[in-house]
T-cell receptor
Framework: GEDVEQSLFLSVREGDSSVINCTYT??????LYWYKQEPGAGLQLLTY?????DMKQDQRLTVLLNKKDKHLSLRIADTQTGDSAIYFC???????FGTGTSLTVIP | KAGVTQTPRYLIKTRGQQVTLSCSPI?????VSWYQQTPGQGLQFLFE???????NKGNFPGRFSGRQFSNSRSEMNVSTLELGDSALYLC??????????????FGSGTRLTVV
């Protein structure tokens, strides 16, 4: 079956960069997504990347896609305490989500 | 405009009972998807509806069912509840299944506890 993997936890200091990684299995995914979930809330779409792109930048967010290795990453520059949340990657028409990475930003 | 509305926010049920959860999508959105979120399993896809038809279904037993009405509102039903059904149930809407570049808009979820 499909499998989307993420590391469970990441801790960074305020002002540093955060890198959240994701590996996926379905090479036919045309879009890959990053969502953010704050406590007590649903998921919020942060950004997405089309599969024919290697990189997409959106303000403090940079998405890198390595199709050969089926590896997706989300880099958050100048991480702030408000970035503390769980981050999910999703593939294959958003049927499959990763387990989520809990990002903790230390002031 | 109003977001995705899920009701109720919290629910406590006893094993063996059944439960119905409701989701009202963003106005104009015709596609609704349901997910189960648990600490151990993460986010698991349940099913997707578009124009009152189930388009896709995840790997859940037949106790989990859903439907969509002509106004795009959706309900999901779980019968013969088990302790393991305790989870946050999330609903997401989009304009249509093909609108993939816009992603989904999620509701805040219904927290179901089975005792």
């Amino acid at each position: 079956g499909e499998d989307v993997e993420q590391s469970l936890f990441l801790s960074v200091r305020e002002g540093d960069s955060s890198v959240i990684n994701c590996t996926y299995t379905d090479s036919s995914s045309t879009y890959l997504y990053w969502y953010k979930q704050e406590p007590g809330a649903g998921l919020q779409l942060l950004t997405y990347i089309f599969s024919n792109m290697d990189m997409k930048q959106d303000q403090r967010l940079t998405v890198l896609l390595n199709k050969k290795d089926k590896h997706l990453s989300l880099r958050i520059a100048d991480t702030q305490t408000g970035d503390s949340a769980i981050y999910f990657c999703a593939e294959r028409l958003q049927f499959y989500f990763g387990t989520g990475t809990s990002l903790t930003v230390i002031p | 405009k109003a977001g995705v509305t899920q009701t109720p926010r919290y629910l406590i049920k006893t094993r063996g009972q059944q439960v119905t959860l409701s989701c009202s999508p963003i106005s104009g959105h015709r596609s609704v998807s349901w997910y189960q979120q648990t600490p151990g399993q993460g986010l698991q896809f349940l099913f997707e509806y578009f124009s009152e038809t189930q388009r896709n279904k995840g790997n859940f037993p037949g106790r989990f069912s859903g439907r969509q009405f002509s106004n795009s509102r959706s309900e999901m039903n779980v019968s013969t509840l088990e302790l393991g059904d305790s989870a946050l149930y999330l609903c997401a809407s989009s304009l249509a299944p093909g609108q993939r570049s816009q992603g989904y808009t999620f509701g805040s979820g219904t927290r179901l506890t089975v005792v």
